[in-house]
């Protein structure tokens, strides 16, 4: 039986899970850590003292492997975690990249504060091609859809600001380099003024990962945090009634 561990700083994760769930059988063990998000904010030292909490925990669950569902924590603490833990990490990042590379035209990167701060993706896509790779911190994204806002004008004014370069300049491929910011893709792409090649990571990761898969799914969830927005975020994303168990790390 395929045991797979999911984790990301708080629900953004939950769109990976989904999109695994949907193509692949398996038991999984989602944790997100939205009492303390944003990730994005926090220092390098403070995302991999995280990050190695949440695997902490979920290593008594005797997890096959683990999905890396948060940019941020993939950008900045992946290499910790795989010298601290015997297991193979599958970053949503390089899922990102690989996506990239396969579709033509330059790179226009959404992502939060730390992960713009590793420049992951401008050095793995312009080391690895010919493009052209522009990244900006969409610092406020986060903090909007733990909320639960997805519309609006505050929102779209933010969009706006964020995506101006890539208004300006046509670019022909976005990336979603955050796994919050696909609950506000049809926000972002509504304040486009071409049409472009939005990527979405998991999309790519859902299709690429091969397993030995179960006959069914089970899944049990956890959140640092388990107010009521929380839970209905969650069931919403994942279609179905979700029971949210609390954590402490």
């Known amino acids: 039986m395929t045991r797979i561990g999911v984790f990301d700083s708080g629900i953004g994760g939950v769109n990976v899970l989904k999109k695994l769930m949907d193509r692949h059988k398996a038991t999984y063990f989602y944790l997100g850590d939205n009492k303390r998000i944003p990730y994005g904010s926090k220092s390098k030292d403070q995302i991999i003292e995280y990050s190695n909490q949440i695997v902490n925990f979920l290593e008594k669950y005797k997890i096959d492997f683990y999905v890396v569902a948060c940019n941020t924590i993939a950008a900045n603490a992946l290499n910790d975690l795989k010298k601290n833990f015997d297991k193979k990490f599958i970053p949503v990042t390089e899922m990102g990249v690989k996506a990239c590379l396969e579709n033509e035209g330059d790179v ?38 733990e909320e639960g806002i997805d519309s609006g004008d505050e929102l779209d004014f933010a969009i706006k600001e964020y995506i101006k370069e890539a208004n300006d300049k046509k670019i022909e491929n976005i990336v979603l380099g955050c796994t919050h910011y696909p609950m506000i893709k049809d926000q972002i792409e509504k304040n486009l003024t071409y049409k472009a090649n939005i990527i979405d990571p998991a999309d790519y990761l859902s299709q690429k990962i091969s397993f030995l898969e179960n006959d069914k799914t089970d899944l049990e969830i956890f959140m640092t945090d388990t107010k009521p927005i929380t839970k209905n975020m969650v069931s919403k994303i994942l279609g179905m009634d979700v029971t949210i168990n609390k954590v402490i790390l």
């Open 108 to 145: 226009f990167v959404l992502a939060t504060k730390a992960t713009v701060a590793t420049h992951y993706y401008k050095k793995e896509i312009e080391s690895r091609s010919n493009k052209k790779v522009t990244e900006v911190a969409a610092l406020k994204f986060v903090d909007f859809i």
